[in-house]
Structure formats: C-alpha cells, structure tokens
C-alpha cells in the first residue's frame, strides 16, 4: 500500500508566498511523474505543474513564472514553491504521483487528501 500527503498549505496575503510538500510512504519502488492539481469547490481539478522523474517540467499558463515545482527522489517527495499568490490562487492544491510499487509490480496512480491554499488580506 502507499500513500502521498500534503503539507504546507495556510493563509497568506496577496503577494506572499507559500510552499507546499508531499511524501509518498508504503511499498514505493520507483516514482514517475509528479504533479500538483488545484480545485475551488463547483470546479473541475485543474493541473498546476508537473515533473518527470528526469526532471522535466511543465507548467499551466496561469502559474508561469510564478510557482516553481521540484522533487527529490531520494526522499520520494515533491515541492512546489508558490511566489506572488494572488486571491484567484485560493484553492485545494492535491498531490499526485504515478508510483511503481514493490506489491503490485504495477504504476498506481495515487493522490493526496489535499491541503487548502486560502490567499486573502
């Protein structure tokens, strides 16, 4: 079994940043891409960022030069460092991993619980 959790989501003012983590723990045998999604409730989830395990990103267009992803595949973790936050920004922020585990021997696409992001002065 595995599992990924979020943290690092709060309350910041528009134009602060935030950075937010996740951790994949269980029977993890190697980890392909990593992505962040955002939801505002009535909302379909939207993708934020990406990296291949190779370290390729890719980037929606409303984060552009703003938010930074990154990962560290010795902790089996990803960041995503989120600078100028704006109140449009204020959502659930969801990890996802596509993770080859040792049981299965299969990828198993797995996501976090969430962590709010709420961007307000």
């Known amino acids: 079994q595995v599992q990924v959790e979020e943290s690092g989501g709060g309350l910041v003012q528009p134009g602060g940043s935030l950075r937010l983590s996740c951790t994949a723990s269980g029977t993890v045998f190697s980890i392909s891409t990593m992505a962040w999604y955002r939801q505002v409730p009535g909302s379909q989830r939207e993708l934020v960022a990406s990296?291949?395990?190779?370290?390729?990103?890719n980037y929606s267009d409303f984060v552009k030069g703003r938010f930074t992803v990154s990962r560290d595949n010795s902790k089996n973790a990803q960041y995503l460092q989120m600078n100028s936050l704006q109140p449009e920004d204020t959502a659930n922020y969801y990890c996802?991993?596509?993770?080859?585990?040792?049981?299965?021997?299969?990828?198993?696409?797995?996501w976090g619980q969430g962590t709010l992001v709420t961007v307000s002065s």
């Open positions: 996802h991993m596509r993770i080859f585990t040792v049981t299965t021997m299969q990828n198993l696409e797995v």
């Open positions: 990296i291949t395990r190779d370290g390729e990103v």
